[in-house]
């Protein structure tokens, strides 16, 4: 593992930059080990929206882990009753502007609708709306813009049979809201909800959870670990904390000055994560991990100073009244 580690330093998006740009002159291999099958952005909300090429082995592995949390759910709960109906599809947009690579006019859109749309099994089965009718909608990502695709995820779904949501936990509760202020009614009065899959922030079961629950009723929350870059963990039990995908990422946790891999962690322990995946090795992904025991981890939050010191004020505060 040393020997990987002086190999390959870890890396950040900036670090990465000028081998994207490689890869849009036409040398895929200065980053990645096959030919880009699309190229996708994340939503920005650090900053500028990161853009980056993703090949036909990290979209199999997405939509490979990505599906573990529902299925696992189905299993542990013997509820069948969630796979048979329709999941609501509030990504974003696939397509937003388009680029030269290689010469050659491409286009790329937000991940969590790329995802959607590449995805053969959601595609033909359980997605409403589709992906391409979410498109057709446009690029923009303001209120008015969400406020026409909350109405035509309203409109194709209303009267079927849905069964979960899957998506960023802030846009599931702000399409709730949407429907009950512009059709009198929240989610849980229309469709009888077996599952929430929830994404993209910190404190889910602690901040939103009850929020979902009053709009959605009493289906579970169960929490995913997603991000443009990977399907990294998810939630596998009543317990609300992550079980890392060990089979598709190699996890490493820095401390200070010290690099630990994600299992050799004791709880309590925690740090800035490492990622190593089919696209890039050992990336510096930006958010923080704490192990919470028995192999079990939460992410708490983006590594930024106000987490930090929010983060080292509560440890102390629970060492205090413990």
Not at 93 to 112: A, E, F, Q, R
Not at 215 to 244: I, N
Not at 281 to 309: A, S
Request: net charge positive; aromatic share 10%.
């Amino acid at each position: 593992m040393d020997e990987y580690r002086r190999s390959f330093p870890a890396v950040t998006y900036r670090d990465l930059v000028s081998s994207f740009d490689q890869v849009r002159s036409g040398n895929y291999l200065a980053i990645i080990p096959e030919p880009p099958e699309a190229w996708v952005m994340t939503r920005g909300t650090t900053g500028t929206p990161k853009i980056i090429p993703v090949t036909k082995a990290h979209i199999r592995q997405i939509m490979t882990c990505g599906a573990r949390a529902l299925l696992n759910f189905s299993v542990r709960h013997q509820d069948a009753r969630v796979l048979d109906g329709a999941i609501l599809n509030l990504n974003f947009p696939s397509v937003v502007d388009t680029m030269l690579v290689n010469g050659v006019k491409v286009s790329y859109g937000y991940s969590s609708g790329t995802y959607a749309r590449l995805n053969p099994s959601l595609r033909q089965t359980s997605l409403l709306p589709r992906q391409e009718d979410i498109d057709a909608l446009g690029p923009g990502i303001t209120k008015r813009d969400w406020q026409a695709r909350f109405e035509l995820v309203y409109r194709t779904a209303h009267a079927k049979n849905v069964t979960g949501v899957m998506g960023v936990c802030p846009v599931i509760t702000s399409f709730a809201r949407y429907c009950r202020t512009k059709h009198g009614a929240l989610p849980k009065d229309l469709w009888e909800m077996r599952a929430l899959f929830c994404t993209s922030v910190p404190k889910i079961h602690t901040k939103y959870r009850p929020v979902l629950r009053a709009q959605y009723g009493g289906a579970p929350v169960v929490e995913m670990y997603t991000a443009t870059e990977g399907a990294f963990a998810q939630q596998l039990d009543e317990l609300p904390y992550l079980s890392p995908n060990y089979d598709a990422y190699l996890f490493e946790v820095e401390m200070g000055s010290d690099t630990m891999m994600l299992h050799e962690m004791k709880r309590g322990q925690w740090g800035r994560l490492v990622i190593s995946s089919c696209l890039f090795p050992r990336y510096r992904i930006g958010d923080l991990v704490e192990c919470m025991g028995r192999h079990y981890f939460r992410v708490f939050g983006r590594d930024r100073l106000r987490t930090l010191v929010e983060h080292r004020l509560y440890r102390a505060l629970t060492r205090w009244f413990t």
